[in-house]
């Protein structure tokens, strides 16, 4: 019946595009799902909280001994800056973190390469790394003051098994990942060992290795800081000690304010190394 | 230089994947190999370069590589197996980075392998840049960089849209014109087989077991005007493996 309808419409070519009187747009039914970049959000969201907080403070409604004012915070970290402290506790942190991330991923990768591509790394030091990985390491501190001394030794130590265990895992996770094709590739053109592990395994991991730099940095800053808070006398964590120890709350706010922003700092860092390093995959 | 097959079985586990395969790939011969899917093709490929280790028999390559071949027995892959972190161009010169080149010269080589695959302009484009018979470009300029004597053909067009992989094979008839290269080119698209294949070697599915040996004596470049002939040819061919793909297809695997 269909097609009877069909042929004697046809009859009339002119009205087959024209729309018939009840047409009516098919429903939309797609779209969601999906973001869009909203640039200034963040920031409004960011300074809109500053705002009511310090709104709040000023009005009486957020007590002092509470939570300081935000202007207050800012005061603490202007009063590090003239005095000059800022950079002597700064820079000591960064010393720190940076010596015991870098050699900490340094032993990672190396580790984790060989875990990745030897059957006897891998069966020795898996179970190895498995069972070291969840102890905290800030519970080793004082074996790491007796065996390294009071001094940076002991810190950096905390920071650099910190950063070890997750680089390892990030590292043979990579390994793991490498398109066996390509190293397939690699080997039926007659490339050597250390070629395969240099031109395809390394590159191939790298975007492993790099998401596993992002979790131990800021593993890192944690071990910093609680590192800090035992016998120190300069550092981030131990100026926020010193703070809290006195009851100097804005100042307790200015550290770690500090902290948040290394913490930003060192992330757009890796961004940046993520977009010199992974240009090709976009 | 020719490459022969003799008495090859292989399992993987419990499971019988290919049972006394024995053929030889001759001087400037194209051997196509079609069988159903599952029946341990890309194995017997992967054992004919030195890839795999058989199970019992052996591979053997009998005479002389050309001179100045730096790597005889060269794989051509479905998934072309391009590092998605070089370059066209970068990608040429891996394969002959290991072998002491100076880089005038290797460069020199990667710019005539480019040319005579149509990828000149392309020499800085990245993998991810290129369309799929792009790609397959790249890699079949790749394995010429290298002097290959025999190719190892694992369904290279498998992957690529039907016009493009016409355009493809055009460009593999052409290129056999011109170097004469043997092949061992294992493909389930009969069309590509009458296509292309001196002999096609017919397997039976798992265990995988020679059905047949199908020889076409009608050069290449006759082939496309002589259309009819290849169709019956081509039929004949499923007409042998029918049975075989139908059993094939209702099977259950346990083979990864």
């Given at each position: 019946m269909s097609h009877e309808a069909a042929s004697t419409q046809g009859a009339?070519?002119?009205?087959?595009?024209a729309a018939p009187e009840a047409a009516r747009p098919v429903p939309f039914r797609g779209g969601g799902f999906t973001h869009r970049r909203l640039g200034p959000v963040a920031p409004i969201v960011f300074l809109a909280i500053i705002a009511l907080w310090e709104a709040g403070s000023r009005a009486g409604i957020i007590s002092p001994i509470a939570l300081p004012a935000p202007s207050e915070a800012l005061g603490a970290l202007g009063d590090l800056v003239t005095t000059g402290m800022l950079w002597k506790h700064l820079g000591a942190s960064i010393y720190r973190l940076g010596l015991g991330w870098v050699l900490g991923s340094l032993v990672g990768i190396s580790v984790g390469l060989m875990v990745g591509l030897f059957s006897l790394a891998r069966a020795g030091l898996l179970p190895l790394v498995s069972a070291l990985?969840?102890?905290?390491k800030i519970a080793l501190l004082p074996l790491f003051i007796i065996w390294?001394?009071?001094?940076e030794g002991s810190k950096v130590a905390t920071i650099l098994f910190g950063t070890f265990f997750p680089t390892v895992i990030a590292t043979y996770g990579g390994v793991d990942n490498v398109d066996r094709n390509l190293i397939r590739m690699g080997q039926s053109f007659g490339l050597s060992w250390l070629s395969i592990v240099r031109k395809i395994i390394i590159p191939g991991a790298m975007p492993a290795i790099l998401s596993g730099f992002r979790i131990s940095a800021s593993i890192a800053i944690v071990l910093l800081v609680a590192a800090e808070m035992?016998?120190?006398?300069?550092g981030i964590g131990a100026y926020i000690l010193m703070a809290g120890a006195l009851f100097a709350l804005d100042q307790l706010i200015a550290g770690v304010a500090l902290l948040s922003m290394l913490g930003l700092a060192i992330a757009w860092l890796i961004g940046r190394a993520e977009r010199a390093l992974l240009s090709w995959r976009a | 230089m020719q490459l022969i097959l003799q008495g090859i079985s292989h399992r993987y586990g419990g499971t019988?994947?290919?049972?006394?395969i024995s053929f030889a790939v001759g001087d400037g011969e194209i051997v196509c190999i079609v069988g159903p899917s599952g029946c341990g093709k890309s194995t017997l490929l992967r054992i004919a370069g030195g890839l795999e280790r058989p199970g019992e028999g052996e591979a053997l390559i009998a005479g002389k590589a050309p001179e100045?071949?730096?790597?005889p027995l060269t794989y051509i892959f479905q998934d072309f197996?391009?590092?998605?972190?070089?370059t066209v161009a970068g990608n040429v010169s891996l394969v002959l980075?290991?072998?002491?080149?100076e880089t005038k010269r290797r460069r020199a080589i990667i710019d005539d392998v480019l040319s005579r695959t149509n990828l000149s302009d392309f020499a800085?484009?990245?993998?991810?840049?290129?369309?799929g018979g792009m790609k397959q470009r790249v890699a079949i300029a790749r394995a010429l960089a290298v002097k290959p004597a025999i190719m190892l053909m694992?369904?290279?067009?498998?992957?690529?849209d039907s016009q493009t992989r016409e355009l493809l094979m055009d460009d593999l008839v052409a290129l056999w014109q011109r170097e004469r290269f043997s092949a061992c080119y294992v493909t389930h698209n009969l069309a590509e087989a009458v296509r292309l294949g001196r002999r096609i070697v017919v397997l039976s599915r798992r265990?995988?077991?020679?059905?047949e040996v199908v020889d076409i004596d009608m050069p290449l470049a006759e082939r496309p005007e002589r259309l009819v002939e290849l169709e019956k040819l081509q039929r004949r061919v499923w007409e042998i493996m029918r049975e075989e793909a139908r059993e094939a297809d209702r099977e259950i695997s346990d083979v990864a």
């Open positions: 009339g070519r002119e009205e087959d595009t990985f969840p102890i905290p390294f001394g009071i001094g035992i016998g120190a006398e300069t | 019988n994947v290919l049972e006394d100045g071949s730096l790597n197996a391009l590092l998605p972190w070089r980075e290991d072998h002491g080149i800085h484009a990245l993998p991810r840049q290129l369309s694992d369904e290279p067009l498998s992957a690529l265990p995988g077991r020679i059905r």
